[in-house]
T-cell receptor
Framework: GAVVSQHPSWVICKSGTSVKIECRSL??????MFWYRQFPKQSLMLMAT?????????EQGVEKDKFLINHASLTLSTLTVTSAHPEDSSFYIC????????????FGPGTRLLVL | KQEVTQIPAALSVPEGENLVLNCSFT??????LQWFRQDPGKGLTSLLL?????REQTSGRLNASLDKSSGRSTLYIAASQPGDSATYLC???????????FGKGTRLSVIA
């Protein structure tokens, strides 16, 4: 199947700093990408839908000014956690939609964020 | 809004047993349904994807069924092994443009 990469795979940062996570579709173009968050022993919760060339659509309860999403190309979406706090510590997983493959969602390996 | 429920939340079985994991969804007008495996601290591994027009999919010892009318899917694991121990997630999509909605998962332990 198609490959989606995420970088970095893990990051530790101090409270108040900003962290950028990259999500790339390596062998297909993804006009739509999704960002999920997973807290320990919880399921994946959708944060936002990212469409290339337009503003992201955020789920209820997700602060768009805190979680900045940019989808500037057909293979790259970025999630920036601004002014991170310990409660933002989580596992962030991106997913890219491959419309050429029956619109299958492919998932990245995830980024573990720890805010001290 | 689609909601996905998985029962049981946790399951412990002896090695060699056949087992069934259950998934239910509230909106039967789904586009497809997917089963994933997640090991502790790791990402998702896709196991089986069932399109709306399909009734089941098989891969090795795994078989997933889909009954849209009742809003249910099951994942059958034959001859379970300790290596099958993981959390199994069920997720459903309502259209090609909408994202997968996940259940909370079933945490499986297969005891040697």
């Amino acid at each position: 199947g198609a490959v989606v990469s995420q970088h970095p795979s893990w990051v530790i940062c101090k409270s108040g700093t900003s962290v950028k996570i990259e999500c790339r579709s390596l062998d297909f173009q993804a006009t739509t990408m999704f960002w999920y968050r997973q807290f320990p022993k919880q399921s994946l919760m959708l944060m936002a839908t990212s469409n290339e060339g337009s503003k992201a659509t955020y789920e209820q309860g997700v602060e768009k000014d805190k979680f900045l999403i940019n989808h500037a190309s057909l293979t790259l979406s970025t999630l920036t956690v601004t002014s991170a706090h310990p409660e933002d510590s989580s596992f962030y997983i991106c997913s890219a939609l491959d419309r050429a493959a029956q619109e299958t969602q492919y998932f990245g390996p995830g980024t573990r964020l720890l805010v001290l | 809004k689609q909601e996905v429920t998985q029962i049981p939340a946790a399951l412990s079985v002896p090695e060699g047993e056949n087992l069934v994991l259950n998934c239910s969804f509230t909106d039967s007008a789904i586009y497809n349904l997917q089963w994933f495996r997640q090991d502790p601290g790791k990402g998702l591994t896709s196991l089986l994807l069932i399109q709306s027009s399909q009734r089941e999919q098989t891969s090795g010892r795994l078989n997933a069924s889909l009954d849209k009318s009742s809003g249910r899917s099951t994942l059958y694991i034959a001859a379970s092994q300790p290596g099958d121990s993981a959390t199994y997630l069920c997720a459903a999509r309502n259209s090609g443009n909408t994202p997968l909605v996940f259940g909370k998962g079933t945490r499986l332990s297969v005891i040697a």
